[in-house]
T-cell receptor, first 113, second 111 residues
Framework: DAGVIQSPRHEVTEMGQEVTLRCKPI?????LFWYRQTMMRGLELLIY????????DSGMPEDRFSAKMPNASFSTLKIQPSEPRDSAVYFC???????????FGPGTRLTVL | KNEVEQSPQNLTAQEGEFITINCSYS?????LHWLQQHPGGGIVSLFM???GKKKHGRLIATINIQEKHSSLHITASHPRDSAVYIC?????????????FGTGTRLQVFP
């Protein structure tokens, strides 16, 4: 298996622009998690899905952030409009109910100028 | 106060030294995850454990549920062990509940 795949790996955009981050979980995994990592706050859970349904989005910082999982093999995290304080590394992870261990993608480094 | 705390925050060691990183948590958990993050950012799962001890190569992880404490040990440390080690707790009754992360321990091993 290729592991969790994220794209793009790096994104540089200007304030006010829409940003879409993409994630393909490991095939067969039931859970998908979106995390954000910053120097100040470390790793934070933004939202997670079970069988494509959002379970807990209490970590989503503002209405500017939205996440979808239209099918078991794809999820998006969208920021609209983006702000400089959104600059961070965004990780996607997936797990199965069988083992519960989370496997992380390589992350997307977002810079908002 | 963070629900998951790690110590020390920074650690330097000479190659060959025995290293211990500690993690304490204040919430009820179902399992605990030790993660490794190298410069450049990738996060790798080292261990997930809910009781006792696990060993993989030179790495050993222990957990004491009653004391709400876990440790990660590295024997015969090597410069390639230099990374940030993150403790993360699965809050709640089920492992699939959300992870709460510690702030990480930055380890540097010098030759």
């Amino acid at each position: 298996d290729a592991g969790v795949i994220q794209s793009p790996r790096h994104e540089v955009t200007e304030m006010g622009q829409e940003v879409t981050l993409r994630c393909k979980p490991i095939s067969g995994h039931d859970y998908l998690f979106w995390y954000r990592q910053t120097m100040m706050r470390g790793l934070e859970l933004l939202i997670y899905f079970n069988n494509n349904v959002p379970i807990d989005d209490s970590g989503m910082p503002e209405d500017r952030f939205s996440a979808k999982m239209p099918n078991a093999s794809f999820s998006t995290l969208k920021i609209q409009p983006s702000e400089p304080r959104d600059s961070a590394v965004y990780f996607c992870a997936s797990s199965s109910i069988a083992s519960n261990e989370q496997f992380f993608g390589p992350g997307t480094r977002l810079t908002v100028l | 106060k963070n629900e998951v705390e790690q110590s020390p925050q920074n650690l330097t060691a000479q190659e060959g030294e025995f290293i211990t990183i500690n993690c304490s948590y204040s919430v009820g958990i179902s399992a605990l995850h030790w993660l490794q993050q190298h410069p450049g950012g990738g996060i790798v799962s080292l261990f997930m454990l809910s009781s006792g001890k696990k060993k993989h190569g030179r790495l050993i992880a222990t957990i004491n549920i009653q004391e709400k404490h876990s440790s990660l040990h590295i024997t015969a440390s090597h410069p390639r062990d230099s990374a940030v080690y993150i403790c993360a707790a699965y809050q709640g009754r089920y492992n699939t509940d959300k992870l709460i992360f510690g702030t990480g321990t930055r380890l540097q091993v010098f030759p």
